[in-house]
């Protein structure tokens, strides 16, 4: 079993920057690939972005690519999500999520642990 819990959601402006954490207890972090997910207004859960168990890895959503940064630090069991360039369509509900894949894993089903997610909101 692996805990998950996210931080760092928040209100921010369009153009603005937020840092989202995940800190995971339980199971060997390391063991774990790490995935952001969200899910917007009215809409499905949608991949954001992912890094690999030792960090070599990232995989992003052609909407988020250039603008958020995925890294993960092990030794602090955290997985973060650095948002840049925030636009009022990022806003809604950002969740971590861990698996035990390799590759590039973008759909929600094939992550086995979430957090309970926290709210992003990008005013214009």
């Known amino acids: 079993q692996v805990q998950l819990a996210e931080f760092g959601g928040g209100l921010v402006q369009a153009g603005g920057s937020l840092r989202l954490s995940c800190a995971a207890s339980g199971r060997t972090f390391s063991s774990f690939a790490m995935g952001w997910f969200r899910q917007l207004p009215g809409k499905e859960r949608e991949f954001v972005a992912r890094?690999?168990?030792?960090?070599?890895?990232?995989y992003y959503a052609d909407s988020v690519k250039g603008r958020f940064t995925i890294s993960r630090d092990n030794a602090k069991n955290t997985v973060y999500l650095q948002m840049n360039s925030l636009k009022p369509e990022d806003t809604g509900v950002y969740y971590c999520?861990?698996?035990?894949?390799?590759?590039?894993?973008?759909?929600?089903?094939?992550?086995?642990?979430w957090g309970q997610g926290t709210q992003v909101t990008v005013s214009s």
């Open positions: 890094i690999s168990r030792n960090g070599g890895s990232t």
């Open positions: 999520a861990a698996d035990e894949g390799i590759g590039k894993v973008t759909a929600p089903h094939r992550y086995e642990y």
